[in-house]
């Protein structure tokens, strides 16, 4: 309400203003006449700047807006990855039971261009992420995600991922485990149903971290190559990866 009264009051001025300087320009001038083809001049122009300015201008100004957007938001999400989002990979992928079946197509190397990126990721949408909580130590994660719970929460209050949708929701499911896993007495008390829950968190964060891991794998490719080959080198689905360039 205060942001519409605003805006009548600044439009009413506006009007006022002009209406002023018209009549400053009769009271000097006392030329009706040439302040009627004027002011039709002006208006007969105005859709034409109304055009320039709303669809070029601000149009120019939004897209370099949005790639500056854009630019943050990739640094905030490579700081995820960095902290949290490779090491938990490593550690669901090392539990997968059907890892084999796609090791080898999440294998980056330069070569890689659109078409690859596009094709990996069409191919995870249809895989079936699994992990082995028999194997996965519960105790492990949830001493990994506790200590970078307050790195997590202040992922989720940066204002700059509230467009990315699909990382928030990432964001959302990994704190939703470390709520999950914080919650509990020693893991180990825990019934086989529990686990099977625990287990079901597990899954939907090892999906949903794949899924922005290769778009942002992509986003280096395309834009950063010396971060694309550190981060190549230190690939978690690489058995012979290794940081060392040789």
């Known amino acids: 309400m205060k942001d519409k009264n605003w805006l009548i009051s600044i439009a009413v ?17 006392h030329d009706l006449h040439h302040i009627g ?4 001049h002006e208006l007969a122009f105005l859709p034409v700047e109304v055009l320039i300015v709303t669809l070029v201008i601000h149009r120019l100004l939004e897209e370099r807006e949005r790639k500056q ?18 090491t938990l990979i490593t550690c669901f992928a090392s539990h997968d039971p059907n890892l084999e079946s796609i090791r080898s197509e999440l294998v980056m190397t330069d070569a890689w261009n ?9 191919r995870m949408k249809s895989y079936q992420f699994d992990i082995d909580t028999c194997t996965l130590d519960l105790e492990r994660l949830r001493g990994f995600l506790l200590d ?17 949708e699909d990382f928030t929701e990432l964001l959302r499911a990994t704190f939703h485990l470390t709520e999950e896993l914080s919650r509990r007495g020693p893991i180990i008390e825990c019934p086989a149903s529990d686990i099977s829950h625990l287990g079901g968190d597990v899954k939907r964060v090892y999906g949903l971290l794949i899924h922005e891991w290769i778009a942002y794998m992509h986003y280096l ?26």
């Open 13 to 29: 001025t506006l009007i006022i203003a002009s209406a002023l300087l018209y009549f400053l320009h009769y009271l000097l001038f």
């Open 37 to 40: 083809v004027f002011g039709l």
């Open 114 to 122: 659109e078409e690859n990126f596009s094709a990996v990721a069409v």
């Open 148 to 164: 970078r719970e307050d790195f997590l929460v202040r992922m989720l209050e940066n204002p700059v991922l509230l467009e990315h």
């Open 69 to 86: 957007r854009l630019e943050k938001m990739n640094m905030v999400i490579g700081t995820f990855f960095s902290r949290v989002g490779t």
């Open 221 to 246: 490719k395309r834009d950063y190559p010396y971060l694309f080959s550190l981060a190549m080198r230190t690939n978690p689905f690489d058995p012979e990866s290794s940081v060392m360039v040789t």
